[in-house]
């Protein structure tokens, strides 16, 4: 597998403020990569939309907990969907080439998306077995290539842009000093 600077890992959910089995399994993926070297740090993007449900702290507390510094682990608090993760890590966190890390039913759509955001990506799928959330996960793949389809073509700003933010720079830097 080739290495990036960055993993960017999607949301996938919480239980009880812990990230579900699926997210978890990215998570453990990511962390696969980080320990082979492969990569130097790792973008979490998801959902903090309310007070009470908060996916980037979770899977950087994941993350951290099982060895991660602190600073390699940079969290997108406005990872919506796809297509504002991929254009906000872009955009705001200056990602430009990354390896992405998604259930193997969504890593085409993600890879499209971060393509279309002017991201140089290849994706890991992380497999699943197939029950009937990976059903209703490969489900959701049916409106969502439609709607990654207008938002590669027309590209809209992400539902909050934001200022640029050093995260990313911070982490790689930190990574270069060994």
């Known amino acids: 597998m080739p290495s990036a600077p960055v993993a960017v890992v999607f949301g996938a959910g919480l239980d009880q403020g812990k990230p579900s089995p699926y997210l978890e399994h990215r ?3 990511a962390l696969d990569l980080y ?3 492969k990569v130097q740090a ?3 993007t998801g959902d903090n939309g309310r007070d009470s449900y908060d ?3 979770a899977m950087r507390t994941y993350l951290i907990e099982h060895g991660v510094p602190a600073v390699r682990v940079v969290g997108d608090y406005a990872g919506f969907d796809t297509w504002n993760s991929c254009t906000r ?3 705001v966190f200056g990602v430009e080439r990354a390896v992405l890390v998604s259930q193997d039913f969504h890593v085409r759509r993600a890879l499209a998306l971060c393509e279309a ?3 140089d990506a290849y994706a890991v ?3 699943e077995p197939h029950d009937g959330t990976w059903l209703y996960g490969g489900l959701r793949e049916i409106p969502g290539a439609g ?3 207008v938002n590669a073509w027309l590209r809209p700003d992400p539902l909050f842009l934001g200022p640029r933010e050093d995260g990313i720079p911070k982490a790689l830097a930190d990574a270069a000093q060994g």
């Open 55 to 57: 996916e980037p702290d």
């Open 117 to 119: 955001a002017g991201i």
């Open 42 to 44: 790792i973008l979490v």
């Open 147 to 149: 709607k990654a389809a």
């Open 27 to 29: 998570l453990s993926a």
């Open 89 to 91: 890590a872009r955009r």
């Open 35 to 37: 320990r082979a070297g």
């Open 125 to 127: 799928g992380v497999p």
